[in-house]
């Protein structure tokens, strides 16, 4: 019947079961030693353009220099044993992590203090050339230090403050049964810290206050690469701003007095800044292109920062600011920023699209005040037809009366020569008043039915 049953699974379903149990937290006691790297590889040229496959070269390097196999296909989560350490590595959308644990070797990490204890990490077992080939793709590096109660927080407040010796330090009591040290810098290591205190944590909850720190550290880094970026925009902003706002001004200079002038230049014009309104929006569409997906991740990394943070539970160590507090002076402004320039875009590319909608509107007043005068040209030049018209029709009254006066002239002309006594001319002369009139009222009726 199992058989049967597993036939009976949509392709998805093992794998989507298996992904929310793809990244547990590592089973942690204290005293441990634990280093930390998260590799953004992406600009990177030397392992292509997917992230998953860089990243799978990297964890494969790691592996080769050990001799163990590294995971396959479009593995996304590896765990291994490697003697002296465990790895746990995870691959994300941007980047990986490499989570390595020093395995218990009979020594306390913290018997020379807390500061001795980050000479003791796991980095020390890590191959130099593996880490040289990471050049410029480490984005976090951590040391974590997980230390036993030895006595209750006096008794090691000397050795935090030894261990973090600058202006800043951070730190808060967690789920009511351990303490947090740091001081969210680099130290000259090239690492951050991070000491943990177990003062009674019970099973597994040791791993997922560190998988917290860690996760808290990674992402917070993550979001600020929100940052160059709209520092890099503000100015180029400020540039289209100050030309919108002068073409704008060039929009509201009166036109020109001459009727042909503004006809002519003032098309010209109107065409003119129609260019340059199209340059501008397509300077903005291309800003915002490039800052839309990095400003859209940057809130979403944030947005996990401040979800890790309160699963922390934090209780105030008096005299001390905590995570959350840190992160709000800190890394809110720079979040802040970020959105600023986001609406900036936002609102710019609306101004630049009103600004079109007026002009185009101008445009096609132009254009319609040109076809006006071309309607009253043309009716001009009907007018000239019209009188034209009516002064060859006088002429052409005359020409056919003399030519139908010439057939009357034969005609007589020819009766006179059978016999008939009469004057060919005076009768020719007779009939030219009522052979005009009579044209003329043949002319006037075929205009009228025409004209019908």
């Given at each position: ?92 959308t941007e980047f990986a992590t490499f989570t390595f644990v020093e395995n218990e070797n009979g020594e306390d990490v913290t018997e020379h203090g807390v500061s001795e204890a980050f000479l003791r990490v796991p980095v020390k077992h890590l191959p130099q ?324």
């Amino acid at each position: 019947m199992s058989l049967v049953y597993s036939q009976l699974n949509h392709s998805l379903r093992i794998p989507l079961a298996a992904e929310i149990h793809s990244r547990p937290s590592l089973r942690l006691r204290a005293p441990e030693a634990i280093t930390h790297l998260a590799v953004y590889s992406k600009d990177d040229d030397k392992f292509g353009q997917d992230n998953l496959g860089r990243q799978l070269a990297i964890l494969g390097a790691f592996c080769g220099y050990f001799g163990v196999a590294s995971p396959a296909g479009e593995a996304k989560y590896f765990f291994h044993d490697f003697g002296r350490f465990r790895l746990k590595w995870e691959c994300h959308t941007e980047f990986a992590t490499f989570t390595f644990v020093e395995n218990e070797n009979g020594e306390d990490v913290t018997e020379h203090g807390v500061s001795e204890a980050f000479l003791r990490v796991p980095v020390k077992h890590l191959p130099q050339q593996w880490l040289l080939d990471l050049k410029g793709t480490i984005m976090v590096a951590a040391h974590v230090v997980l230390i036993p109660a030895q006595g209750g927080h006096a008794n090691t407040i000397e050795s935090i403050n030894a261990t973090f010796p600058g202006s800043v330090l951070v730190g808060s009591g967690v789920l009511q049964r351990g303490e947090v040290w740091t001081d969210f810098l680099i130290h000259p290591d090239g690492f951050s810290r991070f000491v943990v205190k177990d003062l009674d944590f019970l099973d597994q909850q040791a791993g997922r206050i560190v998988q917290r720190l860690l996760e808290i550290e990674t992402y917070r880094m993550m979001a600020l690469l929100g940052l160059p970026y709209a520092q890099k925009s503000a100015p180029i902003l400020s540039v289209i701003e100050d030309e919108l706002v002068s073409l704008t001004a060039d929009m509201t200079m009166g036109a020109p007095s001459s009727a042909h002038v503004a006809a002519s230049d003032e098309a010209d014009t109107e065409q003119v800044l129609l260019r340059q309104i199209i340059d501008l929006a397509a300077r903005t569409e291309r800003l915002s292109t490039e800052n839309s997906y990095r400003f859209s991740a940057s809130k979403a990394y944030f947005r996990l920062v401040q979800s890790r943070i309160e699963e922390l539970r934090e209780s105030r160590i008096e005299g001390i600011p905590t995570i959350e507090e840190f992160m709000d002076r800190r890394l809110a402004p720079a979040m802040n920023t970020c959105e600023a320039i986001l609406r900036r875009q936002v609102t710019l590319a609306d101004r630049i699209a009103h600004t079109n909608d007026l002009l185009r509107t101008r445009v096609g007043i132009v254009q319609e005040q040109q076809n006006r005068r071309i309607l009253q040209s043309m009716n001009a030049r009907a007018a000239q037809q019209l009188r034209l018209q009516q002064a060859v029709e006088g002429l052409s009254v005359a020409a056919i009366t003399y030519y139908v006066a010439g057939l009357f002239s034969y005609l007589g002309k020819a009766v006179k020569a059978i016999g008939v006594q009469i004057n060919p001319d005076l009768v020719t002369g007779l009939l030219i008043p009522v052979i005009a009139t009579a044209v003329w009222l043949g002319l006037r009726r075929m205009h009228r039915s025409l004209s019908h």
